[in-house]
């Protein structure tokens, strides 16, 4: 089992940059893939960019990709989300999110998650 904790979140102009922890705690990180979900007022939580197990294979969400970069520091149990050109549409809850497996592949599938952190607000301003 892991429990997840983001930080970072903030308010920010347009073009600006942020970047989000996710802090887990549990001995068995690095057997964890993880995910970057997101959701904004009234809409579904969506995708945002995900990392496997020891960092070799990530992927990202189209409306991000180019901007936004995520990486993992297991040693530290923390993933990153370094987040640059941000834009108002990039305004949501930002959840980081776990589920158990050490293979290449990544699922962009929220429900593949089982461990969710409690979200971290990010605001871009016009």
């Known amino acids: 089992q892991v429990q997840l904790v983001e930080s970072g979140g903030g308010f920010v102009q347009a073009g600006g940059s942020l970047r989000l922890s996710c802090a887990a705690s549990?001995?068995?990180?690095?057997?964890?893939?993880i995910g970057w979900f997101r959701q904004a007022l009234g809409k579904e939580r969506e995708f945002v960019a995900a990392?496997?197990?020891?960092?070799?294979?990530?992927y990202y969400a189209d409306s991000v990709k180019g901007r936004f970069t995520i990486s993992r520091d297991n040693a530290k149990s923390t993933v990153y989300l370094q987040m640059n050109s941000l834009k108002p549409e990039d305004t949501a809850v930002y959840y980081c999110?776990?589920?158990?497996?050490?293979?290449?592949?990544?699922?962009?599938?929220?429900?593949?998650?089982?461990?969710w952190g409690q979200g971290t607000q990010v605001t871009v301003s016009s």
């Open positions: 999110a776990a589920y158990l497996f050490t293979g290449q592949l990544i699922s962009t599938n929220k429900r593949k998650y089982d461990y």
């Open positions: 549990g001995r068995t990180f690095s057997s964890y893939t």
């Open positions: 990392i496997n197990w020891n960092g070799g294979t990530t």
